[in-house]
């Protein structure tokens, strides 16, 4: 088996690349960035995949779609060009690939939903509010309908050991030191681990499934109990942890589905698999943190 990793020094495909390297697996992992010397440049906007396709050269692989737009309110100030690289962009390069024999995994959103219910399944209607979450809707739609044995995975909130600002620990981490972490009043979401996304993608693989699953842990959290959670288990206790409405934050699109927690069931029931706790992630950022101070 051979992996290509499309966006592989972005936040969830630079895991992905850098894990399956050190497995010693068959891996090529693409670039936007020229000098990056050991990936392949790849730029979406040029429509240059035929030179990543020829780069793959074993008869069994599967390309891993990390590529996107997904910044909510870019997607809503830049509407046009967002959803040309979201949409039209993205059925153009994952039709290249299934022609040319790749299973394909899609990473798609909780945004689908509109946040009025909760625990979606799914089978549950997506009916997005923002622009954001409409465009996965329409991408979803067309793989559905025209490229079903595409695997689309439906990724709850992405947690890591990353210090990076699309990780929800490093963010609160730095928020902490400002002696408060402001939470949207009503938001509830699932969350995930990102190994558990990449074990996720070695299964889906091997098994060339197609179709939606849900990738997310077995229980839902408001952000203010996840915070909670959070600051007891690195052993902070005088911080303020504060709900506010959507009002209170500086979105460009306010448009924010609010409970966007998702059910794993399919994907626990097809498989047996054990999604790594909330508790147990953030023990394992605060091994992280202490290690980084040793």
Request: charged share 25%; aromatic share 12%; proline share 1%.
């Amino acid at each position: 088996m051979q992996y290509l990793i499309l966006g592989a020094d972005g936040y969830i495909g630079s895991y992905l690349y850098k894990k399956m390297m050190e497995s010693g697996l068959s891996v090529i992992g693409t670039s936007r960035k020229k000098q990056n010397k050991d990936m392949i440049y790849f730029d979406l906007i040029n429509k240059n995949i035929d030179r990543v396709i020829n780069a793959v050269t074993e008869e069994e692989k599967t390309a891993i779609f990390c590529i996107a737009e997904s910044n909510i309110d870019a997607c809503f100030m830049n509407y046009k060009d967002a959803y040309h690289i979201n949409v039209v962009l993205t059925k153009l390069a994952i039709d290249s690939l299934v022609k040319n024999g790749f299973h394909v995994i899609f990473f798609s959103s909780d945004n689908v939903f509109n946040g009025k219910e909760g625990i979606y399944t799914e089978a549950s209607k997506a009916e997005p509010i923002n622009a954001y979450g409409k465009m996965k809707r329409d991408i979803e739609d067309y793989l559905i309908e025209y490229q079903p044995d595409v695997c689309i995975f439906r990724l709850a909130k992405v947690l890591s050991l990353k210090k990076e600002r699309q990780n929800l620990l490093f963010d609160w981490e730095n928020r902490i030191k400002q002696q408060e972490i402001s939470c949207i009043r009503g938001n509830v979401i699932s969350v995930v681990y990102i190994e558990d996304v990449y074990k996720a993608c070695i299964i889906s693989s091997y098994k060339k499934w197609g179709g939606v699953f849900h990738i997310a842990g077995n229980q839902s959290y408001s952000r203010k109990e996840l915070a909670e959670k959070f600051c007891d288990i690195i052993g902070v206790k005088d911080v303020k942890i504060a709900e506010y409405g959507i009002e209170h934050f500086s979105f460009k699109d306010t448009r924010r589905p609010l409970n966007v927690s998702m059910s794993n069931r399919k994907f626990v029931e097809k498989t047996g698999f054990q999604f790594m706790s909330a508790e147990n992630i953030f023990r394992k950022y605060v091994e992280s943190m202490n290690n980084c101070k040793n």
